[in-house]
């Protein structure tokens, strides 16, 4: 029913209207609010009807519904589980299924935001045979002859028969038992990168190439099949796994394709050959294939084409990596405010990447490179005063600029320089101390300054503000008086004594290098020593630095100034010279040992003891990488072998470092939680990481 109050004063006798129209229309109002009344109790009256659905209820009712069903509430780090209200509406449906292998698979790809395979394992183990209930796969001696069952051996996806273990799976022990489901799941990503020229292996070489825009070998991934609701247990297509030569060679019409794991352009699939083109006698192995033909390796990610290319060949591959950090053909739509300038796109306008600036430099603008092209050049930007100029990559692309020198960046007064979604190596960016240069900020967002060892970054003039964000780079030096913030991102000096950050300023033969900028690092990993002027503020980040013999620094990371800034949730290796800290790693551990000390001796303990202390847990509290090494694809990703401190020591209980956000201890602690909950009684789960 509609409730309006003209209706409702309509519905008076005559008499009454007049002669509240003589006296002014109260009466009209009154029906006005009487009918405004009646309306909201109508709402509520449905709304109650509603609120009995999961699906439409208000959103105060939703702890109140799951609280009936016995809901437990989960962290909101990944979509299928950031709404409680699809949570809870899922949870009746998930548990008519509670206990089977299919739903603890959808459920651990729920909760975690990972690709997950879950194992039976009891499955797996070899049985006495009786000849009333014989079992021809439960054999302990595997068949010789079925390579693919070899293959998937103690991985995930092993069907191969074992003996017994019984040791807890729940810790991470033992696998094999009658009571075992087993949860694998996968950490890294495979990122694609679509239609980029592949390089030649040596300058010049026309036949022989590698994937990587690099020159790097890289191991190639499985574009991993998405499953929405799962019907079947996973297979490894629907896992970002490492492509193997076995796998590929067997499989190769379900890997090779425009929109599978790998193509190259104008190659059809009876052309490919899968061969291991490793080195050997001072070249390549198998090389080259016959005419017609075209060789790939997925474990070196090399080509071998038969007959002789004129143009290095478009190619489309997949990589892993752990997030998305650096430039990678990943969703960047959030960084991207502005509309590209008319005219300025690279190629397609412009063949150039310094003739599309030069149109941009004068009034300011944005340049976009809309393809995952390779660039050999090295552009320059100087741009006038009161001007923004970006140069980015379109959404989900990831050029490359091969430098051959120093990328000189200039600005008027007040202008800004933006550089979004790059690959850039062969050289630095260098804000130069040039006649004229006041440039004030310069944004680094989602790029990869390859690290090599040298400089990527060098600000030589002060009063710039420097951003880095998500963001791989090298060493930095930036002059004092300028500052830069870093979040979310990997400084990396290849090497723990060599230096990722400091000043530009001259300094006397045998003295530590000047000190730079103030900086603000935040949810990053900086890799090797540090010197700033001022730490405005260290939060959740790893510095791993170190002495070397005889070296001249006072301390792997020092800050100058120490009353001012703080330093929070980090790790910082022994001997560093910060403003004041709070929990900082390892010295909290420490401090809280100490502690522990003193109350069981009932009073202070003697230095010999405090000495102790502190040695036996700076032997172990540290960071643990997978690999350190750019290039592979488990860079900068900490062990599970890393001490909890770090792993879970940011001030919301995720990792330190640049990795933070991916929040992986939160990711766990949710998979734990629902199988204590849909696991069948009698049953045990462990969970394992395959990457």
Known sequence: MSYDGEKLFNLLPAIYRVRDAEQGGALRQLMAVIAEQMALLEAQNQQLYDDQFIETCADWLVPYIGDLIGYRTLHGVVPKVASPRAEVGHTIALRRRKGTATMLEQLARDV????ARVAEMFQLLGWTQHMNHIRPESRYAPDLRRWEKLERLNTPFDSLSHTVDVRGIAKGQGKHNIPNIGVFLWRLRAYRLH???????????????????LAMERQLFTRDEAELE???LAEPINAPVPLSRRVLANFLDRYYGEHKSLFIAGAALATIQICNLSDSAGGWAHTPPPAGKIAIDPVLGRI????????????????GFSADMGAGEYDRAATLTDAPTAGASVPVANPTVQGALALVQAAGGVVEIPDSGRYVETPAINTANATKVELRAANERRPTLVLGSAWEIAGGDQAEVTLNGLLITGGALRVSNTPGNQLRRLRLRHCTLVPDGQPTLVVDIPNVTVEIDHCIVGPLRVAAGSTVRIANSMVDAKGETNVAYCGTASVPAGQPEAAGGAVEILNSTIVGKVRSGEFKLVANSIFIAALAAGDNWPAPVRSEKKQQGCVRFSYL???????????CQPDFEIATRIDVAEKAASGPIDATEVNAIRADVESWLAPSFSTLRYGLASYGQLRLTCPAQIRAGADDEAEMGAFHDLYQPQRETNLRVRLDEYLRFGLEAGVFYDS
């Open 195 to 213: 239609g980029s020229p592949a390089v030649p292996a040596v300058p010049g070489d026309t036949q022989r190439f590698l994937f990587d825009p």
């Open 304 to 319: 071998a084409c038969g007959d002789v290319q004129a143009q290095p060949p478009q190619v489309t591959f997949h990589y």
């Open 573 to 583: 290796p022994p001997g560093s010279l910060t403003p004041r800290r709070y929990r």
């Open 230 to 232: 799962i019907s079947h």
């Open 112 to 115: 975690t935001g990972w690709p």
